[in-house]
């Protein structure tokens, strides 16, 4: 994703990542929870225009995807250096891991097909075919 991307930026694309992940059949998601994202984020060696400008909030919403579509989530902590964010962000998983909703749940994709995502979604599920055979 391109530096400034938001919450809104990453919904979509996370959505679509999540519903491929899940053709796997595979009822665990090994997630690498890394919150370098975070627009409160120390951004060491970043320039202002590369720091992305994801919410802790938006981390719950993720997170509630992926209860959506997985029995097991196995969350291993990496990245971010920002404590507040940090414990922000895990509080809203938390959350969402115990079914309470997120302050903004109110995503919906059924309007979405592949044929109206954006370039930069259509971008990534390009890369993520590069690497993992069929995705779309």
Request: charge should be negative; hydrophobic fraction near 40%.
């Given at each position: 994703?391109?530096?400034?991307?938001?919450?809104?930026?990453?919904?979509?694309?996370?959505?679509?990542?999540?519903?491929?992940?899940?053709?796997?059949?595979?009822?665990?998601?090994?997630?690498?929870?890394?919150?370098?994202?975070?627009?409160?984020?120390?951004?060491?060696?970043?320039?202002?225009?590369?720091?992305?400008?994801?919410?802790?909030?938006?981390?719950?919403?993720?997170?509630?995807?992926?209860?959506?579509?997985?029995?097991?989530?196995?969350?291993?902590?990496?990245?971010?250096?920002?404590?507040?964010?940090?414990?922000?962000?895990?509080?809203?998983?938390?959350?969402?891991?115990?079914?309470?909703?997120?302050?903004?749940?109110?995503?919906s994709f059924a309007d979405y097909s592949l044929g109206k995502i954006d370039?930069?979604?259509?971008?990534?599920?390009?890369?993520?075919?590069?690497?993992?055979?069929?995705?779309?």
């Open positions: 994703m391109p530096g400034q991307s938001s919450d809104s930026d990453y919904r979509l694309t996370g959505y679509y990542a999540i519903e491929w992940m899940s053709n796997f059949g595979s009822d665990l998601a090994v997630i690498s929870a890394g919150f370098d994202a975070h627009v409160d984020e120390i951004s060491v060696g970043t320039s202002e225009n590369q720091q992305m400008c994801l919410t802790s909030v938006f981390y719950g919403e993720l997170c509630e995807m992926l209860v959506s579509r997985f029995d097991k989530l196995f969350f291993i902590l990496e990245g971010g250096y920002n404590e507040q964010a940090i414990a922000e962000s895990l509080g809203h998983i938390i959350r969402a891991l115990l079914g309470e909703p997120t302050e903004t749940a109110d995503y370039a930069r979604t259509l971008k990534v599920l390009d890369e993520l075919t590069t690497y993992y055979g069929v995705v779309r």
